[in-house]
């Protein structure tokens, strides 16, 4: 008999987590390893710890959260998601996936079941990205998919690098013990909101995430000049503005396909100097270009370069494809046994595809891996408004519950 | 016989101020009363008062260096600019025209000549904007054209009002005397660089300005929805970045004269909330639109809402005119006098038309005022590269020294 697991004391602790880095828009604004996101760690470990568990992190400030088996040479079973957030974002979005997770463990130990493997809540860091790209970096480098080295010098708009804040995680959690990267598990699993509206529309409240699409993000640079805007006439300016407005429209125009499967984005955009009076010597943006087909991905994708050199004007134009992912697919072994958990208590559930990226997209690198989706409130995430129901996060704690305990069980 | 000015002392003071907010790119950031800029004041105060001069300061951080006349009831006769700069803009933009002002002062001084009439060098505050909006905050205020109070309300970026900085300035300079605004000069001249390359072009080095263009200024803001860029379609979407790029193309094209003759720019542009997989749901962008005419201000300003409204498309856009000034002439005896100082001095010269603002327009509402130019390399402004040479910084200095003795004289 698997045990249940209690709605409320999850619901607590989302509300809990909520608090922190609360913006006054009813959303979370808690950068990856920010003073927020480093209080939401803390008190995640300090959870953990008040249950006699272990804390680890490892270099690139990833932290475990583990309660161990009887047998000690078997790798963890594993479940969890993020805690950072997009600038002013959801409360739901990552950290739902761990408190599930957390909630999973506290459920097993309340019925005292000794598991064979540890049991872990894997926290992966700076899953969002818009504080220290690339996002995904915490799983990406211990899945080897990033050079460690590089990604602790990545630094924020303050020219601060990820090493000192990992560093920083550390000295607020003097107990952590130290982990290395790359130590696969016997299986991981992740909890999400949908950020889109699939479940939503068929009625469902578990969603069986077969795959994810791929992505390929480019930073365009436009080089113009500076220049006063009251003196200098129309012909002797490189408005690096003008030419990266009428590059953004020609892009947008250029992938903008019938069927609606092409998500194209252009999310940051800068301008400088950025003077009311100054022409803008200087443009910088970045394109987030996704598809579930990688013959699209590599056929469109390679378009860009092309497309903003002819619309170039005066200017000068580089263009950097930075980050990559091809799509991928979860194992059907994985799926299954989500889909037959979410069954067996009876959850409507369907199979549905991500066109989000999940740090399980590169665990699945290292080990069997799977995802499950709750609905979001009209698809509608990276949003102060994004909203979750307090019985589709139980739905998907107990089903991470029951799917720990049998993949404890037969691996 | 009028006493010649000391180029050397006046390049002395140039350099010196060079390297208060020198960026490494051979500029200045030195934002209004910003750490720099202040350093800027209290520089010139030290100068100011080691000859035993006067230093004065009014509620909106304008600052007077004053060298008493022989009749106490005469208004003074004043010449000056200012020392705040564009974000990593240039060393001469401003700072020239104060030390010019300063140059000429201190050659009457060494002459020995005693003045009827009070001398002063005015520091304008904020000509430049970018930090405290609007720009020629201090002139326009000390004129009467903006409200006080108001304009010490006004916030940088990160919130502080222009009052608290005026404050932090009067902190640092306890030396100065209270002055009231809105007292008229019996009359006041200003030295600049022109911004341009109508001197270069003409082989003139110094330009006798006839008159500025109107300018009007808008904000638009334009509202869509934050959104998941992964896992939104594009029918879905209220990107309000495709939106504001749309817009700012068709407004580029609407304004496209063949006369080459308006200045239409969008120089900041700001996309919220900024993450790469972020579909924003904020654009915020500032349009100048200089003119020579009245007219042609009127009915193309006019436009700007409507083009904004045409392509509004799944957004919201609201549009503020929240600045604008007529095209103006400077009094016809103030530039003759220039014109003539310029003359007695053998340097080439001729009458030219400013494109950009500066103090001197505000000034002109209150008493008699006129303005001169000297070339700047290439015309380039508002940049770090931009550049002035010493003798054309000497002769602005000697015409201002000669026009202010002459000044003194006659009213």
């Keep these: 008999m698997l045990p249940k697991i209690d709605p409320d004391r999850l619901w607590r602790h989302q509300r809990e987590m909520d608090g922190i880095g609360a913006t006054t828009g009813g959303g979370v604004h808690r950068l990856a390893l920010g003073e927020a996101d480093i209080e939401a760690h803390r ?27 009887s047998d000690p040479a078997l790798p963890a079973v594993a479940a969890g998601s993020h805690t950072d957030s997009q600038p002013m ?19 097993i130990d309340d019925a005292g079941i000794e598991t064979r493997h540890p049991l872990e809540v894997a926290v992966w860091n700076n899953e969002e990205g818009p504080r220290f790209t690339p ?14 080295d590089r990604m ?19 000295a607020a959690l003097p107990e952590a013990a130290h982990r290395p990267l790359g130590a696969p598990f016997a299986a991981f699993v992740e909890a999400h909101i949908e950020q889109g509206t699939t479940l939503e529309e068929n009625g469902k409240i578990i969603g069986v995430v077969t795959g994810m699409q791929g992505y390929r993000r480019f930073r365009v ?7 006063h805007s009251g003196t200098t006439p129309r012909a002797r300016r490189k408005d690096a503005f003008v030419t990266a407005t009428q590059m953004a429209v ?7 396909d019938e069927a609606d499967t092409m998500r194209f984005t252009i999310g940051r955009f800068e301008v400088e100097p950025g003077g009311i009076s100054v022409v803008p010597g200087k443009v910088r943006f970045v394109i987030d270009m996704r598809h579930p087909s990688a013959e699209a991905l590599k056929t469109e994708g390679d378009r860009v370069a092309a497309i903003c050199a002819a619309h170039r004007g005066p200017c000068e134009v580089a263009v950097d ?18 889909e037959a958990a979410a069954e067996a208590r009876g959850y409507p559930q369907m199979r549905c595809y991500s066109g989000a990226g999940h740090d399980a997209r590169h665990i699945a690198r290292l080990n069997p891996a799977g995802m499950i989706f709750i609905p979001c409130w009209r ?30 069980g037969q691996s």
Tied chains: 1, 2.
């Design 135 to 148: 996002a995904c970096m915490g799983s990406a480098t211990y899945a080897g998919g990033q050079p460690l």
């Design 152 to 170: 602790r010098a990545q630094t924020d708009a303050d020219g601060t690098p990820m090493g000192a804040c990992v560093d920083r995680l550390k």
């Design 321 to 338: 494809n930075y980050s990559s992912a091809e799509p991928m697919e979860f194992p059907e072994a994985i799926r299954a046994r989500l």
């Design 250 to 256: 020609a892009l947008h125009g250029a992938f903008l």
């Design 221 to 227: 640079e436009v080089t113009g000049e500076d220049a």
């Design 379 to 408: 698809g509608i995430s990276h949003n102060e408004t994004e909203s979750a129901e307090k019985d589709h996060c139980a739905a998907a704690a107990q089903v991470i519950a029951d799917v720990l305990i049998e993949l404890d």
């Design 89 to 107: 974002g959801g409360r739901f979005d990552g950290m739902f996936g761990v408190l599930a997770a957390l909630e999973a463990l506290e459920t």
């Design 43 to 69: 008190r995640l470990a300090d959870w953990a710890l008040a249950r006699g568990w272990r804390v680890g992190l490892d270099d690139i400030g990833n932290m475990f959260l583990r309660r161990e088996g």
